[in-house]
């Protein structure tokens, strides 16, 4: 039923984003595959303790493809930001005190805790834990770039958008021809390159904590297996 002017209401409009979720339903499977990789290593770790410790980084991420299978890609790239935030967030903040009853394929029980009082996390606190997880200079900065360039910018999008055109209309025709002009709107492609590098990002920071972890409690006969 049309709204009293004629024209169409909006839950019966073509929904364009859509379109393509067919051949997305392979690369979205893949994606899930890359990030969350490993989490049910019974047999030879603890398996709830990637589970357990990366909780909300891990829904994030599935959260990010999903919205990237059915096109969502500006809210896709929001949780991608998340995903990052919450992965280090984890990795820094969370302590395990003890595995108790672990046996091969039977998961055991942890107990941790937090050592994070702060309320409101940014960048200049996570990135020290980045470094200390054995991420490089060119890592960092690309890890900053997908929160910035895509993470940030589809979360604040009316502002970086008219900010960004406002500073390119202000260069010379000159100047515009060494700089990339504003990105208005996340594309396919570069959604899925994104993802497809944070979720390399998550299980890679996954697997170091895990590893260290294992080390302080002194499980050593179980990392020669990991």
């Not at 959260?63 to 992965?87: F, H, K, Q, W």
């Not at 054995?134 to 929160?147: A, T």
Request: aromatic share 10%; glycine share 6%.
């Amino acid at each position: 039923m049309p709204e009293k002017d004629g024209n169409t209401l909006p839950s019966e409009q073509q929904r364009f984003n859509l379109q393509g979720l067919e051949r997305r339903q392979k690369l979205a499977n893949e994606l899930l595959d890359i990030g969350l990789r490993g989490l049910n290593r019974g047999g030879v770790m603890p398996y709830a303790l990637e589970a357990h410790v990366f909780g909300v980084a891990n829904k994030d991420y599935e959260e990010a493809v999903e919205a990237y299978r059915y096109g969502l890609y500006e809210a896709s790239m929001v949780m991608v930001r998340a995903t990052i935030d919450a992965a280090l967030y984890a990795s820094k903040y969370t302590v395990v005190d003890k595995i108790e009853g672990f046996e091969r394929r039977m998961g055991g029980s942890l107990g941790s805790h937090s050592s994070c009082r702060k309320r409101r996390i940014e960048w200049e606190d996570l990135e020290p834990e980045a470094k200390s997880l054995g991420l490089n200079l060119k890592r960092r900065r690309e890890l900053y770039r997908i929160r910035d360039r895509y993470g940030n910018l589809s979360a604040h999008n009316a502002a970086r958008q008219m900010a960004d055109t406002i500073k390119y209309a202000s260069l010379s025709e000159e100047e515009r021809k060494r700089v990339k002009p504003p990105k208005w709107f996340i594309k396919e492609s570069d959604a899925y390159q994104v993802l497809k590098r944070t979720g390399k990002y998550l299980a890679y920071i996954r697997r170091v904590y895990a590893l260290k972890t294992l080390k302080a409690l002194n499980w050593v006969p179980l990392l020669a297996h990991i």
